[in-house]
């Protein structure tokens, strides 16, 4: 007996789903469940419902009930963890173990949201500096935006979404939301938790559509803010096209690099570098690309690399022994193993991998010989791939680090403060990790890109402050003065 097929219509008053689009799983070709898409007259009804929720409801909405609305829901997410987590491997192929991670990882964004929501202080500035202001107060209070337009990738469908609702709620704000296309199903589940916990109607929409549809979200003069995770080539377009005065952060990816130096712990750093660059087929922003070895330890550290590559277990996403899944398309696995074969026509060395095995798997790929213009070394992946090359001095680290147009995080494995700190200093990347891959994120950590990998900051804190404005407001306490 077949089993019948999940139906996500859409939540918008006066809009009654038409079109339907199915889900489909990266690794079996199953579908996981139907989703109703949205129109430009759904997105304009979102929009208005959008902007109301927060006129009536939002911004009035006192600290302490925003803040009690994302606790529960980071209460309800981990109640949740095995239905999220078995969604997320599905309609994404991302491996199970490191699915149930990401459910953790999205509780824990609400639970900080939930503190960070009374912690939204502002400030008194002191005006009596100059004759002529001797009895007046100023004060500057964070009032929320509006409506703010969050659009997100597949790679992570619960966490990345978390880290654009959470800050948002947390401000006062209402958000209308279009999934990615390939894993809208987590952020449907995620919207009913949230509207068990308490948060009002229209205060989260969601809008699920594909193509050119979503400009009718990102191009309007309702929004305050627009906050993007996707492309380069997208979302510095995006950039360019809203409406003037909405903000705009961009997280767009990058060729994260590692530097192991010759005093570094290499099996820390083989390991590190291994999970790092292959952890969700490498369909990460911050993967590790690139890794660079001192010359005089390089041959130690490739062998230890290859040693933890070869030990990882590739396949079906929903066994928990699985470390490598699926390709999220058949675009994704060609355009991976298309930028290998060019690499090694231009003189790069497979030392590992290359090669699909179907259902949008492919090997995990250790190349060295590599060079800096060969698309694998300067562009970003967002595969299994992974090139190993050699440097002689620190500066010729920072050197190689650099030459990039990217400059998201970096990892550096050093046992020396000084070169740890002379290393931190010089790659030019919105974070530096000293002794682990630039893969490692921390929620409430500061989070963004420099050059073409970005603008504006994620992480809870300091995405509520982008989500936030300032006003200052001025007492005059003897106004015969």
Same mark, same amino acid.
């Given at each position: 007996?077949?089993?019948?097929?999940?139906k996500?219509?859409?939540s918008?008053?006066?809009?009654?789903?038409?079109?339907?689009?199915?889900?489909?799983? +990266?690794?079996?070709?199953?579908?996981? $469940?139907?989703?109703?898409?949205?129109?430009?007259?759904?997105?304009?009804?979102?929009l208005?419902?959008?902007?109301?929720?927060?006129?009536?409801?939002?911004?009035? /909405?006192?600290?302490?009930?925003?803040?009690e609305i994302?606790?529960?829901?980071?209460?309800?997410?981990?109640?949740?963890?095995e239905?999220?987590?078995?969604?997320?491997?599905?309609?994404g192929?991302?491996?199970?173990?490191?699915?149930r991670?990401?459910?953790?990882?999205?509780?824990?964004?609400?639970?900080?949201?939930?503190?960070e929501a009374?912690?939204?202080?502002?400030?008194?500035?002191? /005006? @009596?500096? /100059?004759? *002529?202001?001797?009895?007046?107060?100023?004060?500057i209070?964070?009032?929320?935006?509006?409506?703010?337009?969050?659009?997100?990738?597949?790679?992570f +469908?619960?966490?990345?979404?978390?880290? !654009?609702?959470?800050?948002?709620?947390? &401000?006062?704000?209402?958000?209308?939301?279009?999934?990615?296309?390939?894993?809208?199903?987590?952020?449907? !589940?995620?919207?009913?938790?949230?509207?068990?916990a308490?948060?009002?109607?229209?205060?989260l929409?969601?809008?699920?559509?594909?193509?050119?549809?979503?400009? #009718?979200?990102?191009?309007?003069k309702?929004?305050a803010?627009?906050?993007?995770?996707?492309?380069q080539?997208?979302?510095?377009?995006l950039?360019?096209?809203?409406?003037?005065?909405?903000?705009?952060?961009?997280?767009?990816?990058?060729?994260? *690099?590692?530097?192991?130096?010759?005093?570094?712990?290499?099996?820390? #750093?083989?390991r #590190?570098?291994?999970?790092g660059?292959?952890?969700?087929? =490498?369909?990460?922003?911050?993967?590790?690309?690139?890794?660079y070895?001192?010359?005089?330890?390089?041959?130690?550290?490739?062998?230890?690399?290859?040693d933890a590559?070869?030990?990882?277990?590739?396949?079906?996403?929903?066994?928990?022994?699985?470390?490598?899944?699926?390709?999220? @398309?058949? &675009?994704?696995?060609?355009?991976?193993?298309?930028?290998?074969?060019?690499?090694? !026509?231009? =003189? $790069? !060395?497979?030392?590992?991998?290359?090669k699909?095995?179907g259902?949008?798997?492919?090997? +995990?790929?250790?190349l060295t010989?590599?060079?800096?213009?060969?698309?694998?070394?300067?562009?970003?992946?967002?595969?299994?791939?992974?090139a190993v090359?050699?440097?002689d001095?620190?500066?010729?680290a920072? $050197?190689?680090?650099n030459?990039?147009?990217?400059?998201?995080q970096? &990892?550096?494995?050093?046992?020396?403060?000084?070169?740890?700190?002379?290393?931190a200093?010089?790659?030019?990347?919105?974070?530096?990790?000293?002794?682990?891959?630039?893969?490692?994120?921390?929620?409430h950590?500061?989070?963004?890109?420099?050059?073409?990998?970005?603008?504006?900051?994620?992480?809870?804190r300091? #995405?509520?402050?982008?989500?936030?404005?300032?006003?200052f407001?001025?007492?005059?306490?003897?106004?015969?003065?």
């Amino acid at each position: 007996m077949l089993q019948e097929i999940v139906k996500y219509p859409l939540s918008i008053d006066g809009i009654t789903s038409t079109e339907f689009v199915d889900v489909i799983s +990266p690794y079996s070709g199953d579908i996981v $469940a139907s989703v109703g898409q949205a129109d430009e007259k759904a997105i304009d009804m979102a929009l208005a419902l959008s902007k109301k929720c927060f006129e009536q409801t939002m911004r009035k /909405m006192p600290a302490y009930q925003r803040s009690e609305i994302l606790a529960k829901t980071a209460e309800l997410i981990k109640a949740n963890i095995e239905d999220l987590a078995r969604t997320i491997a599905m309609e994404g192929g991302k491996p199970i173990k490191d699915a149930r991670v990401e459910v953790s990882r999205a509780a824990n964004t609400f639970a900080i949201a939930s503190r960070e929501a009374l912690r939204l202080d502002g400030e008194q500035l002191q /005006m @009596d500096t /100059m004759a *002529g202001s001797d009895a007046r107060v100023g004060i500057i209070m964070r009032e929320p935006v509006g409506v703010v337009a969050a659009v997100t990738p597949f790679n992570f +469908p619960l966490n990345l979404v978390a880290h !654009k609702l959470a800050p948002a709620i947390a &401000g006062g704000n209402t958000v209308v939301l279009k999934p990615s296309s390939n894993t809208p199903v987590s952020s449907f !589940k995620l919207a009913a938790l949230m509207k068990q916990a308490g948060l009002p109607d229209h205060a989260l929409i969601l809008t699920p559509c594909r193509g050119s549809k979503g400009n #009718a979200l990102v191009h309007d003069k309702r929004l305050a803010v627009l906050t993007f995770t996707g492309s380069q080539e997208v979302g510095w377009r995006l950039r360019g096209e809203v409406y003037p005065g909405v903000r705009v952060i961009l997280e767009l990816g990058g060729n994260a *690099g590692i530097v192991v130096h010759d005093d570094a712990d290499l099996d820390a #750093a083989a390991r #590190a570098a291994c999970r790092g660059g292959y952890a969700h087929a =490498g369909q990460v922003c911050i993967s590790v690309q690139r890794v660079y070895v001192q010359s005089r330890i390089y041959d130690k550290f490739l062998s230890k690399f290859r040693d933890a590559v070869s030990a990882l277990k590739v396949g079906d996403p929903l066994k928990d022994d699985t470390d490598v899944g699926p390709l999220i @398309d058949k &675009g994704s696995v060609d355009k991976t193993l298309s930028m290998v074969d060019e690499a090694v !026509k231009s =003189g $790069a !060395k497979l030392v590992a991998g290359g090669k699909s095995s179907g259902k949008n798997i492919v090997e +995990p790929v250790i190349l060295t010989e590599t060079d800096a213009k060969m698309s694998v070394v300067c562009q970003e992946v967002f595969g299994p791939v992974v090139a190993v090359m050699k440097y002689d001095t620190v500066d010729d680290a920072i $050197a190689v680090m650099n030459d990039s147009v990217y400059g998201l995080q970096a &990892g550096v494995f050093t046992a020396n403060v000084d070169v740890a700190f002379k290393l931190a200093r010089g790659i030019d990347a919105g974070g530096v990790i000293v002794n682990d891959a630039p893969t490692f994120r921390a929620d409430h950590m500061p989070y963004g890109g420099r050059k073409e990998s970005g603008l504006g900051l994620e992480g809870v804190r300091y #995405a509520l402050t982008e989500m936030t404005q300032p006003k200052f407001i001025c007492f005059n306490l003897d106004p015969k003065v």
